[in-house]
């Protein structure tokens, strides 16, 4: 039904242009003069014929406008050159400089300092307009300006240009993105040719060449490197941008790096129709426009009609041109709205991507494809050839023929897809009465008021409108039959203390005043939606293989209350616009010289005793009354004038005359280390913004500076060594050493990279000398914290005796939150948590705990044992005959996050026995079965239910904290970040 239906959309699209006539359609202007050298060079550089269309065979002429090559020295996608992001952008100003039909717009920077920009490109008069027209499309998209006025918006679009915005290289990996879109404005300005004047009269283009300006200067780097030892191994682009590398472009919920803000700001400030992300990766030209099932479920279904009809609508014209190797559908699933194209799909937009083949820099190179990626499907009808000598120019040929098909079949349709927006955002301004519900409420009296807040600002950075209750409200849940399995319509908080909330029985809710409402009838009401709502992937979904996570709820993430609610009511209390600051939500209540801060599971307890140095921090062991409030374990007794601190953390104090009495420890301000590996920083970068947003000082430094440094202990308290995102064995044994080094440092050819952090090779590991100075530095007393793969390394080493990781058969987890709780063994490191909270599990990493080394796989329990063969039914006992028979002793009957205990048979003689002050412990373990799920896939969750999440190893006098979850994620776990602050502030007294 689905290829019928994509057949038909495309049938409807080419009706207008007959197969003969085509050619005719996309023929240039024949008074207009062309760039024969230019032409040349483009034929010369594209290594077959085939990979070419009449929309990219030649160049328009201009007498006072530059191409490409007076920037590049070359034509766009010449081989063996990559320009500077400097060159990318004075490029474009030229074109403004020499044209009225161009305009510049810096929108932001990156977390470096470096410039992003925009570029409008439309008929002279259309941008001679911008101003007015962004406010045309302002009132279309918020329909309640214009009162949601059918008769005012069709004014409003007779009179208004779409926008079709293009964006690039935010992978900096994929290379040839900046020049095509050089190009291509340089065409869209210039060329004559009857359907580009249609697209400047229709449509204005909006271009943002570099998307990670920080990544592509370091990718520019390894490149030229790559050209001054063309017969060395190349290094690898270890960072693309200051923190993240491919996951930036999965940051389009949190909005925690530049670019995506950035980009947001643009959006809301432009409203294009489209966002469209330039990417590399498969041959020949993939419009992942439509996707696989599953979609999200949270965007208008009109979308998913605006997706079928652009991207067969692409496919269909390309191959008609030409083009072999140009699909769409494929296995790319449209459920996250991580991506940085999805800006517009939660936005009332429409998100598109490409993926056009390259070849990570502008080598020519003879590929070779995997046989999947040229085989013909029902949705690849004319496939790419199996091996094929591919270069830069070939991909800037297919990315720009794209786009230029695309606007051209845009420009043709402005108005179906003007009016179709003006839909979506009335459909979006009515969703609490079209799909409910009336909205999110976030309590006044949540203790975790820094993650509160943080999530507010998520929403402002999403343009979504918060307003504060002005009275306590009360809200009403109707009753409803619930499906016994866990799922989306699980209860979305544990219940409140001292009661039991009964499935499917009705209930109700008081808000205090001072609440923050998320109303649903507002245009970017889906984005809110969808962050905050619960998602379900079903565990038969055809799609077996998620492209990426499948559970984000930021409320759980968050460790905030977030309340659904669907009583209208909501709608009609009395409420006022609100954009709260971290400062606005910090309270100080009573007077006196002494600040008690609660440990409630708040990660800036951490960034309190770094911003406050100079100031006396106690810590209370023991839970205490006062100032008329109960305070448990972990909150901080703070002397000294740290109310701006607190203020500027959100976080909230009662202060006191005198301290109150409770057993103390005094807070030292902890030296921490965090340890990266050479052969990847993907993972360890939102460790390194989790850290550097606490404000928590630390060093960074790598495996071999750990191989060479036998006195760790001596420099660093704490060593956090977060996932690396491969086989643990690679950390420790490095790469293979052949031929000469590859370097990481800043030269005069590589300017730009080795400033983060820099090596002479990058191939040696840790190696076993750095596995023994990790291990002194445990065994003298340090905390080494480690998480995912690099637990999984510390126990393969025997840093964490007693621990293995635990067998989990049968599970399906990708990308899963589900609920952890503190097990019965007190820690600092679980302060603040009293309840099952959520934590972010990528594969079900779970461990198992002993009190020998090499684990309990052949000590018997009572869930083990079995009785054997012998008289009586189940429940008795096979009692022998004869004088003398002793009852066998009972079997201990012990949990799956638990150590077996021993009897004295067990412990005789035993050398794998480990003394009681070594033995691991479990302080963190997952939920029971019935209440693990709480957002995204999980199937087989017994496999994983009640095992350890998070264990406490003991080598020496030191620690190794392991997790089984990764607690630093994204830039969303924040409800798991105390977890870390927790250990790294009690380092010493774990």
Avoid at 923 to 933: K, P, T, V
Wanted: charged share 20%; hydrophobic share 40%; proline share 8%.
């Amino acid at each position: 039904m689905q290829r019928l239906l994509a057949f038909a959309l495309v049938g409807l699209a080419g009706a207008a242009q007959a197969a003969d006539g085509l050619e005719s359609h996309f023929a240039r202007d024949p008074a207009q003069a062309v760039d024969a050298a230019y032409g040349a060079k483009i034929a010369e550089y594209t290594t077959d014929a085939d990979f070419n269309t009449i929309l990219t065979g030649y160049l328009p002429a201009s007498a006072s406008v530059p191409t490409p090559m007076a920037a590049l020295g070359d034509v766009a996608g010449a081989p063996n050159r990559l320009p500077r992001l400097q060159v990318v952008h004075d490029y474009f100003r030229s074109l403004e400089q020499a044209s009225p039909r161009v305009k510049v717009f810096p929108i932001g920077r990156s977390e470096e300092g470096r410039e992003m920009i925009a570029v409008a490109i439309a008929d002279e008069a259309l941008i001679a307009d911008l101003e007015a027209n962004r406010e045309r499309m302002a009132q279309l998209a918020d329909p309640r300006r214009i009162g949601m006025d059918d008769a005012r918006a069709d004014a409003l679009i007779a009179r208004t240009t779409p926008v079709y915005y293009l964006t690039g290289t935010i992978h900096s990996t994929e290379t040839g993105t900046p020049t095509s879109l050089m190009e291509l404005a340089y065409r869209l300005t210039v060329d004559e040719a009857p359907y580009i004047r249609a697209i400047r009269r229709n449509v204005i283009t909006l271009i943002t060449p570099v998307v990670e300006p920080d990544g592509w200067e370091r990718m520019v780097d390894v490149y030229d490197w790559h050209r001054a030892h063309p017969d060395r191994p190349t290094p690898p682009l270890l960072y693309w941008g200051h923190y993240v590398a491919h996951d930036n472009n999965r940051d389009a919920m949190v909005a925690s790096l530049a670019l995506t803000r950035n980009v947001i700001d643009t959006f809301d400030r432009w409203h294009p129709l489209v966002l469209h992300d330039l990417h590399e990766s498969v041959p020949f030209l993939y419009d992942n426009t439509i996707g696989a099932p599953p979609y999200n479920a949270w965007i208008d279904p009109l979308l998913v009609g605006e997706w079928q009809q652009l991207g067969w609508n692409n496919v269909q014209t390309l191959t008609r041109l030409g083009l072999p190797g140009v699909f769409t559908h494929g296995e790319f699933d449209t459920w996250s709205p991580g991506y940085l194209m999805f800006i517009a799909a939660m936005h009332n937009g429409i998100s598109r991507l490409y993926e056009t083949f390259g070849n990570g820099g502008a080598d020519t190179v003879e590929r070779i494809l995997d046989p999947a990626d040229y085989a013909r499907t029902w949705y690849r009808p004319s496939p790419p050839r199996a091996q094929v000598l591919w270069s830069q120019r070939n991909n800037n040929n297919y990315s720009q023929s794209g786009m230029l098909a695309a606007l051209d079949y845009f420009a043709q349709n402005t108005d179906t897809f003007m009016r179709t927006f003006w839909l979506k955002s009335k459909r979006a301004v009515g969703k609490p009465a079209d799909a409910g519900p009336a909205g999110y409420v976030l309590t006044a009296d949540d203790p975790r008021g820094p993650a509160q807040a943080q999530l507010l600002e998520v929403l402002a950075r999403q343009k979504v409108e918060v307003h504060r209750l002005d009275a306590p409200l009360t809200v009403q849940w109707p009753a409803a039959a619930r499906i016994a399995a866990p799922g989306p319509d699980a209860k979305r908080d544990e219940p409140a203390e001292g009661g039991e909330a009964q499935p499917g029985a009705p209930r109700s809710r008081t808000f205090p005043a001072g609440s923050f409402v998320v109303r649903m009838d507002q245009p970017y009401s889906r984005i809110a939606d969808t962050l905050l709502d619960r998602q379900y992937w079903a565990p038969d979904d055809p799609q077996k293989h998620p492209y990426d996570d499948t559970g984000w709820s930021l409320g759980d993430q968050f460790g905030v209350d977030v309340e659904r609610v669907v009583d209208p009511a909501l709608l009609a209390a009395p409420m006022r616009a609100a954009a709260p600051t971290p400062a606005d939500l910090a309270r100080i209540d009573g007077s006196g010289g002494v600040h008690v801060v609660a440990n409630a599971a708040t990660a800036e307890l951490a960034s309190l005793r770094f911003a406050a140095a100079d100031a006396g921090i106690e810590i209370a062991t023991a839970p205490f009354s006062a100032g008329g409030r109960e305070f448990a374990a972990g909150s901080l007794l703070v002397r000294g004038d740290v109310a701006p601190h607190l203020r500027a953390l959100g976080l909230s104090a009662t202060a006191l005359a005198a301290a109150p009495e409770v057993a103390t420890r005094r807070l030292r301000t902890p030296k921490v280390a965090l340890l990266h590996s050479w052969l990847g920083t993907q993972t360890e970068g939102w460790w390194r913004m989790a850290l550097d947003g606490l404000g928590i000082d630390y060093d960074y430094v790598s495996t071999q500076d750990v191989a060479r440094d036998a006195r760790l202990l001596s420099r660093y308290d704490v060593v956090l060594f977060g996932p690396v995102g491969g086989d643990p064995r690679l950390v420790v044994d490095g790469l293979p050493m052949n031929g000469a080094p590859i370097p990481w440092k800043s030269t005069s050819l590589t300017p730009n990279i080795g400033r983060i952090d820099a090596t002479d090779d990058i191939r040696p590991g840790l190696g076993g000398a750095g596995v023994e100075h990790l291990k002194r530095f445990v065994r003298d007393g340090g905390l080494l914290v480690v998480a995912e793969d690099t637990a999984e390394l510390a126990i393969a080493y025997g840093l964490a005796p007693g621990v293995r990781v635990a067998e989990v058969d049968d599970l399906r987890i990708a990308g899963t939150l589900v609920r952890a709780q503190p097990t019965e063994t007190p820690s600092p490191v679980t302060w603040g948590y009293g309840r099952p909270f959520t934590v972010y599990s990528a594969g079900g990493l779970a461990f198992e705990v002993s009190n020998q080394v090499g684990g309990d796989a052949r000590v018997e329990t009572a869930a083990d044992y079995r009785r054997p063969t012998g008289r009586g039914d189940a429940d008795d006992i096979d009692m022998p005959q004869g004088p003398g028979y002793v009852a066998p002793p009972t079997l201990p009957d012990v949990k799956p996050w638990q150590a077996v205990p021993l009897n004295a048979e067990q412990m005789r003689n035993n050398l794998r026995l480990l003394p009681e002050e070594q033995r691991p412990r479990a302080l963190l373990r997952f939920a029971e079965a019935d209440r693990l799920l709480v957002s995204g896939l999980l199937d087989h969750g017994d496999a994983l239910a009640e095992r350890a999440a998070v264990v406490d190893a003991r080598l020496g006098d030191g620690h190794v904290l392991l997790f089984g979850i990764n607690p630093l994620y994204r830039a969303a776990t924040l409800g798991s970040y105390p977890l870390v602050t927790n250990a790294i502030l009690n380092h010493d007294a774990l």
